[in-house]
């Protein structure tokens, strides 16, 4: 067995993390369309974007209880000894949770668009923002389980990093007025998708964001792996 299908194996394992990161947003879609009526679809489908932004948010819980697990079973340090090097590992769970989230995405997405229909709407601009924002979510679960010491420290400190993207990225709330927030991955996704024809800027950004995410994660697991020699 293939490293990328030990990952997958290990996936496959904990189903009940697995239905939770699929399944929560479906469950809520369903649960905020039985309880609004015809008269306000508008509100609910503009609600509906939001959740879909969710969806991607909760990658950065189970992408960071996943490293974390793999962290704690010491396996990384048998990967050192096969010769199997730090890009490869993170590349390796990367790849793996990048097709949960976007099968959580496209699972929610279908939803939207029975219910919705036309509230949603999806082309390259907003595919490629999805992509980044996943990419940005998922190396920030890594880095906050390479930052903590136990799964429960990493529980704790991406539930907390989840609420704030939450709360600051206009899904639940307004948008903070401060400009800042405006930036944050998460709030420029949540505008690619409320307004389709948004400038390449938001892209731009998403993509400085990812890539820095992912440079500074691999640097700092990198070094901890060696520290350890």
């Known amino acids: 067995m293939n490293f990328e299908q030990r990952i997958l194996k290990q996936k496959f394992r904990d189903p009940l993390s697995l239905f939770l990161s699929v399944g929560t947003t479906p469950f809520f879609l369903i649960f905020f369309h039985s ?7 508008i509100s609910f489908g503009r609600l509906a974007l939001g959740i879909l932004v969710f969806s991607i948010i909760l990658l950065v819980f189970s992408a ?8 704690d079973n010491g396996l990384h340090s048998l990967y050192r000894l096969l ?20 099968v959580s995405f496209g699972i929610s997405s279908i939803f939207v668009l029975i219910f919705s229909p036309g509230e949603l709407q999806i082309g390259i601009n907003q ?8 990419s940005f979510c998922l190396f920030l679960g890594f880095w906050i389980a390479i930052l903590t010491q136990s799964p429960l420290q990493t ?5 907390s990093i989840m609420f704030l993207l939450l709360l600051f990225s206009g899904i639940l709330f307004p948008m903070p007025k401060i400009k800042v927030f405006s930036y944050l991955p998460t709030a420029l996704v949540h505008s690619l998708l409320l307004e389709p024809k948004s400038n390449l800027t938001h892209l731009g950004f998403l993509a400085l964001e990812s890539l820095t995410i992912a440079l500074v994660v691999f640097i700092h697991f990198d070094f901890k792996r060696k520290s350890l020699l």
């Open 64 to 71: 960071g209880l996943l490293f974390r697990q793999e962290l």
């Open 83 to 102: 010769g199997i090097n730090s890009s490869r590992i993170l590349f390796g769970f990367y790849g793996v949770s990048l097709a949960e989230g976007f």
């Open 127 to 134: 595919i490629l923002g999805v992509f980044l924002c996943i």
């Open 155 to 159: 529980f704790f400190v991406s539930s």
């Open 35 to 41: 309880l609004i009526d015809r008269e306000t679809q």
